[in-house]
């Protein structure tokens, strides 16, 4: 904005005298477009390409011809003719006509002409230089401590589920009678947690009825064998007869 700023400014100081353009600028006092290390550059064409002037910064070098539109001037970044980094700006502009040709009437055509003006960034890139360094160092202060408090809440949402984790790992074929707390839990989990609960309320049932089960079939199976009568020992033979094939009880 302030190169554009700039630019505009030289407008004031070009007049078009008949068929000739008449530039002030020698006359203004432009000590930064002197030769120095820190000097800012210009130079002035016409439509055609004719070089109507160029600050003393650049003896006898061109800048680049950066072609912008009447009011819309042209930005471009590059290097300077001494190699520091620079911008540059170029305006298309028609020179304004002395008073009394303008009354008057000019037979003249208008010229157009184009003016490029450079100046260095090496202060704005520090200045950016050290924009980037905060505002990346600033980043990653804020993502550390987004994750921090981040891992705290999650850390901190996440203890109803170890809670009910636990009560389910203390869950065991002796316990099925007890039951999950859905109070201590998040109210997402709530379905869940019932349906885990009517779970544990079946196979209680089931184990119970095995239970019962197991103990009938234990009593009908001692009924009957307390009933048998019991078998007297046998003497062991001496007929080797006897000892080859031994006698079968029924």
Excluded at 53 to 79: E, F, I, M, V
Excluded at 226 to 247: F, H, I, N, Q
Aim: charged share 25%.
């Amino acid at each position: 904005e302030a190169l554009g700023a700039k630019a505009r400014s030289f407008i004031a100081l070009a007049e078009q005298e008949r068929d000739e353009i008449d530039l002030e600028f020698d006359e203004a006092d432009l000590p930064e477009f002197d030769p120095s290390p820190q000097a800012e550059y210009y130079q002035v064409w016409t439509s055609d390409g004719r070089v109507l002037a160029r600050s003393a910064s650049l003896g006898n070098r061109n800048l680049d011809r950066l072609q912008g539109r009447p009011g819309q001037p042209a930005y471009k970044t590059a290097a300077l003719p001494d190699g520091r980094p620079g911008r540059f700006v170029g305006i298309a502009l028609i020179p304004r006509r002395e008073d009394d040709m303008a009354v008057e009437g000019d037979p003249h055509e208008p010229i157009e002409i184009t003016l490029v003006v450079g100046r260095d960034t090496v202060k704005l890139n520090k200045t950016l230089a050290r924009l980037r360094l905060l505002l990346i160092c600033g980043c990653a202060g804020a993502i550390l401590a987004s994750v921090v408090v981040l891992a705290s809440f999650v850390r901190r949402g996440l203890k109803p589920l170890e809670h009910t984790a636990g009560q389910i790992e203390a869950i065991g074929e002796a316990s099925l009678s007890s039951r999950l707390d859905p109070g201590s839990a998040p109210g997402e989990l709530t379905p869940i947690i019932a349906r885990l609960n009517d779970l544990l309320a079946h196979l209680e049932s089931a184990f119970a009825r095995e239970k019962a089960i197991t103990a009938d079939v234990a009593h009908e199976l001692l009924t009957p064998l307390a009933g048998l009568p019991s078998t007297p020992p046998v003497s062991p033979s001496k007929d080797p007869e006897a000892l080859r094939y031994p006698t079968t009880l029924t």
